[in-house]
Every structure is written in structure tokens, then in C-alpha cells.
């Protein structure tokens, strides 16, 4: 099993920028496809960004160009970096782990989640 630990959340004005950090403890890291997954009131959890064993990543449209998850599997780390934030993107951001062979954009394809980061975007 693996326990998830996100931080770095918070209130951004429009146009900044978060770094998000998953740490991961437990089996290690890189024994799982990471990925982010976000929840805003009244709606539904969705895929945000996904990063294989190896390295590669996967993103929503949401976040194409603006977003970009990253691995260190020495340290157990994830990351995800988030620029030109938009009021949109307020939601309750949570790291996931699975062991599929694929990345998974859906939230039941993932069987470990961490308790959640708030990312606040507003002026």
C-alpha cells in the first residue's frame, strides 16, 4: 500500500501561479501511475493530470499549456506546476496512485487518494 500526502495549496490571484507536491509514502513511488484529480462544490472529481512509472505525462484540456506534472522517484515526490491560474480552477486537488499499466482518466480507476490540497483562485 502506498499513503498519499498532498500540500501547497492555497489563494492565488488570477494569473499566478501553485506548485502542487504529493508525497508518497509506504511502497514507493515508482511503483504507480500518479496522477491529479480535482473537485470543485457540486461537481463531479476530474482528471486533471496523470505521470506514468516512467515519466510520461498525460493532461486534461483544462490544463494544456498551463499545467505540468513531474515525478522524482528518489525523493517519492509528485508534483504538479500550475501557471496562469484562472477562477475556474478552484477546486479541492487530490494525488492518486494506481498500479494499471495505463494512465487512468477516470477517478475509479484509482485506488489510493490523499486527503486533498484547496486551490483558491480569486482577486
Known amino acids: 500500500q502506498v499513503q498519499l500526502v498532498e500540500s501547497g495549496g492555497g489563494l492565488v490571484e488570477p494569473g499566478g501561479s501553485l506548485r502542487l507536491s504529493c508525497a508518497a509514502s509506504?511502497?514507493?513511488?515508482?511503483?504507480?501511475?500518479m496522477a491529479w484529480f480535482r473537485q470543485a462544490p457540486g461537481k463531479e472529481r476530474e482528471f486533471v493530470a496523470g505521470i506514468s512509472r516512467r515519466g510520461s505525462a498525460a493532461y486534461a484540456d483544462s490544463g494544456k499549456g498551463r499545467f505540468t506534472a513531474s515525478r522524482d522517484n528518489a525523493q517519492n515526490m509528485v508534483f504538479l506546476q500550475m501557471n496562469s491560474l484562472i477562477p475556474e480552477d478552484t477546486a479541492v486537488y487530490y494525488c492518486?496512485?494506481?498500479?494499471?499499466?495505463?494512465?487512468?482518466?477516470?477517478?475509479?480507476?484509482?485506488?489510493?487518494w490523499g486527503q486533498g490540497t484547496q486551490v483558491t483562485v480569486s482577486s
Open positions: 509506504g511502497r514507493a513511488a515508482r511503483n504507480y501511475n
Open positions: 492518486a496512485a494506481d498500479e494499471a499499466g495505463l494512465i487512468q482518466r477516470s477517478a475509479r480507476g484509482y485506488t489510493y
